[in-house]
């Protein structure tokens, strides 16, 4: 998954170039624009795209306090998606977003277990575009705003995604549907298998 939203926002912003969110073309694609500043545009539609899964209360690290409960769900772009499902892999172009929302306990006649708040809490964005970014991908955190701000190369998020994640820095370990793709295809990378204490196929 995408890094946790619980991240502390991160200083000065270190790359000059930066993307902008188009809308939905004639063809029905979502695909990043040239724009200026280290920031990004809020993708208005990103919940018309393909849902991946939920995660609660998870985090990367383990002195993290869990003072409230919190559900983060994943979302990618349909073209990514279909790219995906055909190959294992990520194309260029693909965007992630992690939208967070608190966990409600009590409401209407629920009387155990908790379901997500309508308000949302916080969004991430993980975008690939290989032309662009040093690393081929980048993570903007939205901080309650309609303008996301970039993470700079420094952040944690790069360093945990590229020694832990299952294909391409995403952590599609944590997508149901995803990871038997991934196997199949043989493109689990190696540092997630030493995760598992799998060889790495020669």
Request: net charge negative; glycine share 8%; charged share 20%.
């Amino acid at each position: 998954m995408i890094t946790s939203m619980k991240i502390a926002t991160v200083g000065a912003m270190l790359l000059s170039s930066t993307m902008a969110f188009g809308q939905y073309g004639p063809a029905g694609r979502s695909v990043p624009a040239s724009a200026s500043d280290a920031h990004l545009n809020f993708p208005e539609h990103y919940r018309e795209w393909v849902y991946l899964s939920t995660g609660f209360d998870m985090s990367y690290n383990p002195a993290m306090p869990a003072d409230h409960h919190m559900f983060d769900n994943v979302f990618v772009n349909p073209e990514a998606y279909k790219a995906f499902v055909e190959t294992g892999s990520w194309p260029d172009q693909t965007i992630f977003v992690l939208e967070v929302r608190d966990a409600e306990g009590k409401g209407s006649i629920n009387q155990k277990g908790d379901y997500q708040g309508t308000a949302v809490m916080g969004l991430e964005v993980h975008v690939k575009d290989e032309a662009r970014f040093p690393g081929k991908w980048a993570f903007f955190d939205f901080d309650n705003t309609r303008t996301g701000k970039l993470f700079p190369p420094s952040a944690d998020c790069y360093s945990c995604h590229a020694a832990h994640a299952a294909v391409d820095t995403t952590f599609v370990q944590f997508y149901p549907t995803l990871l038997p793709i991934a196997r199949q295809k043989g493109t689990l990378s190696p540092s997630y298998l030493k995760d598992l204490g799998t060889p790495a196929p020669k």
